[in-house]
């Protein structure tokens, strides 16, 4: 008896110290994250002022001219931090480009020469399309101007280069997970460059490419689901059962980062994208790393079964504040950390430059780009018969945009802000990550929900229809006709369709101020709940849908 006691007393004795030696002992795995670095040759820019190369760069106001610099910076932040490995959740290129391609792996073999492990994935920019071309732009005579929508340009022409193959990108790209490297476990039998990864530390990676593809080139469609699903399933539970924790890659978005996102901006996610996320989480999955939004978010799900799966959103390199992750897991606890470099070559405070760049007109020079031009050239290809009445549809509908857009976004809300300021702070916290929605830029928010600024909005596009058609001159000369036009527009503006308006696209705004659960920048993830780095619990300021609701009924009564 006192020699089954002695032994028990000595197993319970080496439990009681394996214990704290097991608790201490948790696995790490340092490694950064860069997303959407768009890289574009510097002479593929042409003139900095070109008419079709700011159409490119100013979409969404990229910094293309300082890729090489930003780059760089990126590099030296990421050795000096000293990650084993680095993520890069695609848009590798500015449009395909083999050129951007080749420029790019060639500054990023600064880390592989380091002893970094690069690991990434193609987007929807990198790999050649049928329906779109590569591109550069070439001024011929600098002198040669153009003014477009009130603006002067420098007349530049579009001239086609040589685009990327799935092949080719997966040969330009073999240094950085599509070699003969001994850390990749499988390929994707079905066609994708998806593949799974030794990450060493008890860590997996499974990269997924989720784009269509039609032999060597994408179809412009995004794809997870078949076959492609079925291996990514089995990659995440021969994962589990080895005992190492599986962490996602791609490039396009699950969770929603504010409410009606995926339905007014449908196209950054994936297919039932959410679904996907719970079924991953299910399967034990609880990071996923991803792009294509051009905002540093992170975002939240919990199944019914009560697991939660984080999916990390990284900024664009290339855009306002170019965000660097830097991440430490710890079994499956998980710390990250966003970095805003401060200074690049030939810039010392990076962030004021990008704060003024985005600034200064920025939200202009967006819609110029997405309402004003693309928008002109729709409706004159639609409506032309040919070239002489393209181009006079063309100029008769530049001009009424131009004057839409530019009396919309001066229209002042409350407070003393207008719609442009509106929209530029919604970009900017957007892509920045941590929303915040000061009292006046709520009261500003409250004027929109409330439907009487959409009266004043259908208001501008009559009037703009009668400048710029001539029909205002012709309406001054008979009262009649005058009054006529005045009932018509009473009752066009009626006040339910206004208060509709106003709830959607209000909230909307409103969404975009409040950040959902978690943080976005800093946070610590321990036993699967969200921590502020002060140990503060992470809350989630987004309402709940009932509250919305009693939001919406408000509004419309």
């Given at each position: 008896m006192k020699r089954i006691i002695s032994i028990i007393l000595a197993v319970c004795l080496l439990i009681c110290m394996a214990v704290p030696a097991f608790a201490d002992n948790k696995k790490e795995l340092n490694f950064s994250v860069l997303s959407d670095i768009h890289y574009f040759p510097k002479e593929y820019i042409g003139n900095l002022n070109g008419f079709n190369s700011r159409r490119t760069l100013d979409n969404d106001l990229k910094l293309e001219q300082y890729a090489n610099e930003i780059l760089d910076e990126a590099i030296r932040e990421i050795l000096a931090k000293g990650s084993k490995v680095v993520l890069i959740s695609g848009d590798n290129a500015m449009g395909c480009e083999y050129l951007s391609h080749e420029m790019l792996t060639a500054r990023l073999r600064k880390l592989t020469d380091a002893g970094v492990k690069v690991y990434t994935v193609p987007g929807n920019h990198d790999i050649s399309r049928p329906d779109k071309i590569s591109k550069s732009f070439v001024a011929d005579d600098p002198a040669k101007t153009v003014v477009k929508a009130g603006t002067t340009y420098v007349d530049d022409r579009i001239v086609e280069v040589r685009g990327t193959t799935k092949s080719e990108f997966a040969e330009l790209y073999k240094d950085f997970g599509y070699g003969d490297d001994e850390s990749i476990i499988t390929r994707d039998p079905g066609g994708s460059l998806s593949y799974s990864a030794d990450l060493g530390s008890g860590y997996r990676l499974i990269a997924i490419d989720a784009n269509e593809y039609s032999g060597e080139l994408c179809t412009g469609k995004k794809y997870l689901e078949g076959d492609l699903l079925n291996w990514v399933n089995s990659q995440i539970k021969d994962c589990t059962a080895a005992g190492d924790i599986p962490l996602l890659m791609m490039?396009?978005?699950?969770?929603?980062?504010?409410?009606?996102?995926?339905?007014?901006?449908?196209?950054?996610?994936?297919?039932?994208?959410?679904?996907?996320?719970?079924?991953?989480?299910?399967?034990?999955?609880?990071?996923?790393?991803?792009?294509?939004?051009?905002?540093?978010?992170?975002?939240?799900?919990?199944?019914?079964?009560?697991?939660?799966?984080?999916?990390?959103?990284?900024?664009?390199?290339?855009?306002?504040?170019?965000?660097?992750?830097?991440?430490?897991?710890?079994?499956?606890?998980?710390?990250?950390?966003?970095?805003?470099?401060?200074?690049?070559?030939?810039?010392?405070?990076?962030?004021?430059?990008?704060?003024?760049?985005?600034?200064?007109?920025?939200?202009?020079?967006?819609?110029?780009?997405?309402?004003?031009?693309?928008?002109?050239?729709?409706?004159?290809?639609?409506?032309?018969?040919?070239?002489?009445?393209?181009?006079?549809?063309?100029?008769?509908?530049?001009?009424?945009?131009?004057?839409?857009?530019?009396?919309?976004?001066?229209?002042?809300?409350?407070?003393?802000?207008?719609?442009?300021?509106?929209?530029?702070?919604?970009?900017?916290?957007?892509?920045?990550?941590?929303?915040?929605?000061?009292?006046?830029?709520?009261?500003?928010?409250?004027?929109?929900?409330?439907?009487?600024?959409?009266?004043?909005?259908?208001?501008?596009?009559?009037?703009?229809?009668?400048?710029?058609?001539?029909?205002?001159?012709?309406?001054?000369?008979?009262?009649?006709?005058?009054?006529?036009?005045?009932?018509?527009?009473?009752?066009?503006?009626?006040?339910?369709?206004?208060?509709?308006?106003?709830?959607?696209?209000?909230?909307?705004?409103?969404?975009?101020?409040?950040?959902?659960?978690?943080?976005?920048?800093?946070?610590?993830?321990?036993?699967?709940?969200?921590?502020?780095?002060?140990?503060?619990?992470?809350?989630?300021?987004?309402?709940?849908?009932?509250?919305?609701?009693?939001?919406?009924?408000?509004?419309?009564?």
């Open positions: 490039h396009y978005d699950l969770i929603e980062k504010y409410d009606m996102q995926s339905t007014i901006m449908g196209g950054n996610f994936l297919d039932g994208g959410e679904k996907l996320a719970e079924s991953f989480a299910d399967l034990g999955v609880r990071y996923v790393f991803t792009g294509h939004s051009h905002a540093n978010d992170i975002s939240s799900l919990t199944t019914k079964a009560g697991n939660t799966v984080y999916e990390v959103c990284t900024g664009s390199l290339v855009l306002h504040g170019s965000p660097i992750r830097h991440a430490k897991l710890s079994g499956e606890d998980c710390s990250i950390r966003t970095v805003f470099p401060r200074s690049i070559e030939g810039i010392d405070d990076y962030q004021a430059f990008c704060r003024s760049y985005y600034y200064d007109g920025g939200v202009r020079t967006i819609m110029r780009n997405r309402a004003i031009f693309d928008a002109t050239e729709a409706v004159a290809g639609a409506l032309s018969t040919n070239e002489k009445s393209y181009a006079k549809i063309y100029d008769f509908f530049l001009a009424l945009m131009t004057r839409v857009i530019d009396t919309l976004l001066a229209t002042e809300l409350d407070c003393g802000i207008t719609v442009e300021k509106m929209l530029t702070e919604m970009y900017r916290e957007h892509y920045a990550g941590d929303e915040t929605i000061t009292p006046e830029m709520s009261l500003a928010t409250d004027t929109l929900v409330n439907g009487s600024k959409f009266e004043i909005a259908l208001d501008i596009v009559f009037s703009s229809i009668s400048v710029v058609s001539g029909l205002e001159k012709i309406l001054k000369l008979n009262p009649l006709h005058d009054s006529l036009l005045d009932k018509a527009l009473e009752k066009a503006l009626a006040f339910i369709p206004a208060k509709i308006l106003g709830i959607v696209i209000g909230e909307f705004c409103r969404g975009i101020f409040i950040d959902t659960y978690p943080a976005d920048n800093n946070v610590d993830i321990i036993g699967g709940k969200a921590f502020l780095p002060d140990s503060t619990p992470c809350a989630d300021l987004a309402e709940s849908t009932s509250t919305k609701f009693k939001h919406y009924i408000k509004a419309l009564f």
